[in-house]
C-alpha cells in the first residue's frame, strides 16, 4: 500500500468516527438546547446554532467517506460542489460560534455590567444571522469558481484537486546559474 493509500484511509477512518459520532451526539445537544433553554439567553443561542453548524457538517462527511474509502467519484460534479459547500460553510460557521460563546462569556465575566445592553438575545440573533448570511455570500463566489474549475480541467474526483496555478520558480530557468541546485533541494522537500 502507498502512502497516499494509506492517507486516504486514515481520512475515511477518522471522517467516518467523525460522522458516527458527531451526527448522534449534536443532533441530541440540539433537541436538548431548543427543548430544555428555550432560547432564553444569548449563550444558549450560540450553542444552538453551533450544534446546528456542527450537524450540518456531519452530514457533509459520509460523502468525504465514500470518496476517500472507494478513491472514486461518481456522484457528478454537483453533488462534489455542494458537498464541499456545506462542509466548508460549516467549518467556518463553527469556528465563528465558538468565538462568538467566548467573546460572550468573556463579557460577561469581565464586563457584567458595561456589557449587558448589548448581550441581549435580539442581538444575538442579529449576530447569528449575519454570520450565516456572511458565510453563504463568501461561499456562492467560491462555489461558482470550484464549478468553473472542475469543469475546465475535466475533473472526475473530488475533494483533492491538482495545483492549477504554476508558478514559475527559480529552479524552472534553466540559465540561472543556482538551477541544478534549486532543482536538488526541491527534489530532497518532496
Known amino acids: 500500500m502507498s502512502n497516499m493509500s494509506l492517507v486516504k484511509v486514515a481520512y475515511a477512518v477518522v471522517f467516518g468516527c467523525v460522522a458516527l459520532i458527531g451526527l448522534p451526539l449534536n443532533a441530541a445537544s440540539l433537541w436538548i438546547l431548543i427543548r430544555y433553554h428555550r432560547l432564553k439567553s444569548g449563550n444558549a443561542i450560540f450553542l444552538i446554532n453551533l450544534a446546528l453548524s456542527d450537524l450540518l457538517l456531519g452530514l457533509s462527511l459520509p460523502m468525504r467517506v465514500y470518496f476517500y474509502a472507494t478513491g472514486t467519484w461518481s456522484l457528478g460534479t454537483q453533488v462534489c460542489i455542494w458537498t464541499t459547500m456545506l462542509f466548508r460553510n460549516n467549518i467556518r460557521a463553527s469556528a465563528i460560534f465558538i468565538t462568538f460563546i467566548g467573546v460572550d462569556r468573556l463579557l460577561a465575566v469581565v464586563f457584567p455590567l458595561r456589557t449587558r445592553h448589548l448581550r441581549t438575545t435580539t442581538n444575538t440573533w ?9 458565510i453563504v455570500a463568501v461561499n456562492i463566489p467560491e462555489g461558482f469558481q470550484l464549478a468553473r474549475d472542475m469543469h475546465r ?20 530557468d534553466k540559465s540561472h546559474p543556482r538551477a541544478q541546485q534549486v532543482k536538488i533541494t526541491e527534489l530532497e522537500l518532496h
Not at 126 to 134: D, E, Q
Not at 153 to 172: A, I, L, S, Y
Open 126 to 134: 442579529r449576530a447569528c444571522g449575519l454570520v450565516w448570511i456572511s
Open 153 to 172: 480541467r475535466n475533473v472526475t474526483t473530488c475533494f483533492e484537486f491538482p495545483d492549477h496555478k504554476k508558478v514559475k520558480k527559480r529552479g524552472d
